[in-house]
């Protein structure tokens, strides 16, 4: 998600897609920019974050999300290990077609 740019603008799809190549993605979604849905903050102030970080595995077929937790410091927060993570990542490409 890229909500705004590295000079606090306001984003489009291609600023995100740069930004995917310049982190080295091959693969990958943009939302969240000026043009795309869900529109910059939906994610911040939604449940998956509670206004901090959060993880998600969605599916590629069908994006449907099949696993999320949230981050940060305060109660409230999942706060899920690596090894939390990399099971959820598993199990998502072990249930797909």
């Not at 995917?20 to 849905?37: A, H, K, N, P, R």
């Not at 940060?72 to 797909?96: F, H, M």
Request: glycine share 14%; net charge negative.
């Amino acid at each position: 998600m890229l909500e705004q740019t590295a000079i606090g603008g306001s984003p489009d799809a291609d600023d995100c897609r740069g930004t995917m190549d310049f982190l080295g993605s091959d693969d990958g979604w943009c939302v969240g920019d000026g043009q795309t849905v869900p529109t910059p903050g939906t994610f911040d102030n939604s449940p998956f974050s509670v206004n901090r970080g959060f993880d998600m595995v969605v599916d590629r077929q069908s994006m449907e999300i099949v696993w999320e937790g949230n981050h940060g410091t305060g109660g409230g927060q999942d706060n899920p290990s690596a090894a939390d993570v990399l099971a959820a990542v598993e199990a998502a490409v072990a249930a797909a077609p």
